[in-house]
């Protein structure tokens, strides 16, 4: 169901996003991590395998049931019309479906774009089985891409925790409470699933779930995984979700005291240290 429909491709040397944009070209954009749809130079979708999908945040979100997405499909999927289906049938109010889409949309786009991934080829004339719903501007996808990665920077910038099974941790005493949304995040967290597993059970955007699994490792609820050599360069500079190191080799997260390179798998920052010294120096202010 994620295949685009061919209708052609071309060879040679991938183009990128920009590039497209200026042709104006229509199709489908072959990335390491996801596809990217293209109209007239402009977004109208986005699917990755990290990102669950329009039809898991509707039909999970209670929207819409299973049986009217598979009807949809079945009799508006091979035209490329199901979104105008779902509107037209009064499935769905057109604010609705524009929502969810630029919400599915700018979801997959960044790890379609960013996070590592690159492009492959352009399938030229490929088409989308949603249809067009709502147009995005290639520079403001690639815009938000940018800020998103920066924003998981921000927040703990240890990118691995956002591809490692999330392994739960008994935090300190002074670590921040969490939001219901991350309590439902953390009873997912067994040292097996992955984020985008859990996100998938949860039926909510991927982006959203790195968000909540970053502040709950820079709280100490989660475990922040660690290198277990030298962290290789990214493959593109300025990657999101994976800024340039510098030019100390090596780097990897804080190791608690009393830890060094032969312990487990994981290890954590220490929180408590880390508060201490902010007071500390909020103190002499």
């Known amino acids: 169901m994620n295949t685009p429909r061919k209708a052609g491709a071309r060879t040679g040397r991938a183009p990128g996003l920009t590039e497209l944009a200026a042709e104006r070209a229509s199709g489908a954009l072959l990335c390491d991590a996801g596809t990217v749809y293209l109209q007239g130079g402009q977004v109208v979708h986005a699917e990755s395998p990290v990102s669950p999908g329009i039809e898991v945040l509707l039909t999970a979100g209670g929207r819409l049931t299973a049986d009217s997405w598979r009807e949809a499909m079945g009799r508006a999927g091979p035209a490329g019309g199901v979104g105008r289906f779902l509107v037209d049938s009064g499935r769905l109010s057109g604010a609705e479906l524009e929502i969810c889409h630029l919400g599915a949309l700018f979801d997959a786009a960044y790890f379609a ?64 409470a969490v ?22 059970e949860l039926g909510r955007p991927a982006f959203h779930t790195l968000i909540d699994i970053r502040r709950l490792a820079a709280g100490g609820h989660i475990a922040t995984p660690r290198s277990t050599g030298p962290a290789a360069p990214p493959s593109r500079p300025g990657v999101p979700g994976h800024p340039a190191l510098p030019a100390r080799s090596g780097a990897r997260p804080p190791l608690p005291p009393g830890r060094g390179p032969t312990a487990a798998g994981f290890t954590d920052p220490d929180i408590d240290l880390l508060r201490r010294l902010r007071d500390a120096l909020e103190a002499t202010l």
């Open 179 to 200: 939001t219901p949304r991350q309590r439902a995040v953390l009873a997912l967290a067994d040292g097996v699933r992955t984020p985008a597993r859990i996100a998938g």
């Open 113 to 176: 774009l960013g996070h590592g991934s690159g492009p492959r080829g352009f399938q030229r004339g490929a088409a989308h089985w949603l249809g067009p719903v709502r147009p995005v501007a290639a520079a403001t996808v690639e815009r938000e891409t940018r800020r998103r990665g920066e924003l998981l920077a921000a927040l703990w910038p240890y990118p691995r925790v956002d591809t490692e099974p999330v392994v739960r941790r008994r935090p300190d005493g002074r670590a921040p």
